[in-house]
């Protein structure tokens, strides 16, 4: 029996489970990537009735089982990765129409990759083929190739070596996506141990250096209701009283902490009291201020939002 060809054909065998190998290891790492890519993408901490309570375990979990189809289908689904709109700028907005009103603290984490329509159009072609090609390498290699042959063993290692550049490829996308992100967590973190989120969680002050405070929520709002229930006077509290009142009780609540001067400047730009001033008979004038009765309050909001 001649034994001359197998040592060749053993060598070709060989050669190609190396390079299959390597391969499907590669495509693993990928899948593994997008995984930890997804997951955190998109999460928040949500406060509970015990504390605050994150969704990236949540996340985790969800995308465990998943096959690299379903997982580049999420990730092109508009997930992360997903085409610019045209004539769209700026920062896409994260908060949706159906935020809960429910007065708890959110702090949500988003992350999205925007391309050119065409760009996106190639990537989502390019990992269409990866999903097919990993599909086809665990399911159909073996039916493809001739292991008995040197020419199918040579053709093998050759689509090897080409699956193994594309893979690569892709690999090196993910990695530029995870650094991407890695970097806007380290933002985030720095953020959360900034002076201006602990104004933004403790305070509900604007971080952004503006005036649009989440004025409903704040406690100097609170501050104001709580002196209005214990000096109002016919529906009316004198201003020069809740200050007072508010200076001895919450002391660490003052105008300035909210960017304003006056604490009728605050009030206004509230637009949850009435001011009213009025005249006294040595000319002096005092403000009042009041939680608007709910029927003018009604009336109050459809006025501005008409507007």
């Not at 991407?180 to 985030?188: F, S, V, Y």
């Not at 200050?243 to 509230?270: G, M």
Request: charged share 30%; net charge negative; hydrophobic share 35%.
């Amino acid at each position: 029996m001649p034994f001359g060809p197998i040592k060749p054909l053993h060598n070709l065998i060989r050669d190609v489970q190396r390079k299959l190998g390597r391969v499907v290891l590669l495509l693993q790492w990928y899948e593994r990537s997008l995984k930890v890519l997804l997951a955190h993408s998109n999460y928040e901490t949500v406060q509970t009735d015990d504390g605050f309570r994150n969704t990236l375990e949540d996340n985790k979990e969800a995308v465990r089982a998943k096959t690299l189809g379903q997982l580049v289908k999420q990730f092109t689904g508009g997930d992360v990765f997903l085409p610019k709109a045209d004539g769209q700028d700026g920062e896409p907005d994260c908060i949706g129409e159906d935020e809960p009103g429910d007065g708890k603290s959110r702090v949500r984490f988003s992350f999205t990759t925007e391309v050119s329509p065409e760009e996106f159009e190639r990537v989502r072609g390019q990992l269409s083929t990866l999903v097919e090609m990993r599909n086809g390498l665990v399911h159909h290699f073996f039916e493809r190739f001739d292991f008995q042959d040197e020419a199918s063993l040579t053709s093998a290692s050759d689509y090897l070596d080409d699956c193994y550049a594309q893979v690569r490829v892709q690999c090196e996308e993910i990695k530029a996506h995870l650094d991407t992100l890695g970097e806007a967590q380290t933002e985030m973190a720095k953020f959360f141990q900034s002076p201006e989120y602990k104004n933004y969680l403790v305070y509900g002050i604007d971080p952004s250096g503006g005036r649009e405070h989440t004025w409903q929520w704040t406690p100097v709002v609170a501050a104001l209701r709580e002196a209005e229930q214990k000096l109002a006077i016919e529906g009316w509290t004198k201003l020069n009283d809740a200050i007072n009142y508010i200076r001895k009780h919450h002391p660490e609540h003052f105008p300035n902490r909210y960017r304003f001067k006056r604490w009728d400047q605050l009030i206004t730009a509230t637009s949850l009291f009435e001011l009213d001033r009025r005249k006294l008979p040595d000319n002096q004038t005092v403000v009042f201020y009041r939680t608007p009765p709910p029927e003018i309050a009604r009336l109050a909001q459809s006025t501005k939002n008409s507007g």
